[in-house]
């Protein structure tokens, strides 16, 4: 499909289409037959992005179909009826934290559905004076930090295996 024949008011997603937007993530953001407009833009850390003609947007937690339309919205009173197009060029946003006695502590990117247990192997796995039985969870959420307990010897076993939860963008997984 040419750019002339691109149906109009679509989002070209390069995630799921659930994805929410988040800080340090970068997006090609283009309006179809308006070269001038189309931007690489990263979402700083406010959670804001600065876009041509209608300035400073607030993106964070937004998914791209909204983002899509919020851009289209606010660029209609410049450009008639225009058509916007959003790629998630870079999901830096989407990261876990591992610390502590792990063989690889750090940040890791967070592809869809890991698990705490698949985290942890990322890591390189724990590290021989690791306190497998009192691992920590830490998410942040609108209500505070939650933590989460995980018990490694019971997970690795097959048993209690509601412990080994999904992760989320930003949860720190602490081993001791």
Do not use: C
């Amino acid at each position: 499909m040419t750019t002339d024949q691109m149906p109009r008011n679509v989002a070209v997603e390069t995630v799921m289409p659930d994805y929410r937007v988040g800080i340090g993530d970068v997006l090609h953001i283009s309006v179809w037959k308006d070269e001038a407009l189309n931007r690489d833009v990263m979402v700083l850390p406010d959670g804001t992005i600065s876009f041509p003609l209608i300035g400073r947007i607030s993106v964070n937690g937004l998914t791209v179909e909204a983002l899509v339309e919020v851009v289209e919205d606010r660029l209609d009173k410049y450009v008639p009826d225009p058509t916007i197009s959003v790629q998630v060029l870079q999901t830096i946003s989407q990261a876990v934290y591992i610390i502590g006695k792990v063989n690889r502590p750090g940040r890791f990117d967070l592809p869809n559905n890991l698990n705490v247990l698949q985290a942890l192997a990322l890591a390189g796995g724990l590290n021989p004076f690791a306190k497998s039985r009192h691992i920590k969870i830490f998410r942040e959420t609108d209500e505070g930090t939650q933590i989460y307990d995980f018990n490694y010897e019971e997970v690795s076993k097959g048993e209690k295996l509601t412990q080994n939860i999904r992760l989320q963008r930003g949860d720190v997984i602490v081993v001791r």
